[in-house]
């Protein structure tokens, strides 16, 4: 999916009772694997998410009660490209919807003023499609189609 940006879209508020946090420094992988596997992300080994976070650029947080319960990381070239990855809130979240969209705005705002004219993508399940849109983005523009491929070690 690839934005485009509306200037008129209001800023979500978290709901009273949960924080959020920009990370910058990679932190706490065992915490992120676990909320990642809660919300059906494949099975990773900490020291996996612990690399994929240090090669970030950045990741924010939500917590309520001092507990995990929404994460997004994001990765860029800094000049052409940008991705949001690992865009996870718990299921059982009453205000999941709400919390989605706090972390996809804070991303956009801040990438559009560290990265601007960057292209921003994300693979996205079908249950945050209305959330992404609300925030400009589209599937698909112009015919694009996303192709993924998962290496794996050869068999000997």
């Known amino acids: 999916m690839m934005p485009y940006f509306r200037s008129s879209t209001a800023a979500p508020q978290l709901p009273e009772g949960y924080q959020i946090y920009w990370q910058p420094l990679p932190t706490g992988a065992e915490e992120v694997n676990k909320l990642l596997q809660k919300c059906g992300a494949p099975i990773r080994s900490n020291a996996k998410v612990a690399l994929a976070l240090e090669r970030s650029a950045w990741s924010l947080r939500v917590e309520k009660?001092?507990?995990?319960?929404?994460?997004?990381?994001?990765?860029?070239?800094?000049?052409?490209?940008?991705?949001?990855?690992?865009?996870?809130?718990?299921?059982?979240?009453?205000?999941?919807?709400?919390?989605?969209?706090?972390?996809?705005?804070?991303?956009?705002n801040r990438m559009r003023k560290q990265w601007p004219g960057c292209s921003i993508s994300l693979a996205a399940g079908p249950e945050l499609i209305p959330v992404l849109e609300t925030h400009g983005f589209s599937s698909d523009p112009n015919g694009i189609r996303a192709m993924g491929l998962e290496l794996k070690p050869e068999l000997i």
């Open 65 to 108: 009660e001092d507990q995990l319960v929404g994460f997004l990381r994001v990765t860029s070239d800094e000049a052409l490209n940008a991705n949001l990855w690992d865009l996870v809130v718990l299921p059982e979240e009453i205000e999941k919807k709400k919390i989605m969209e706090v972390l996809v705005y804070s991303s956009l």
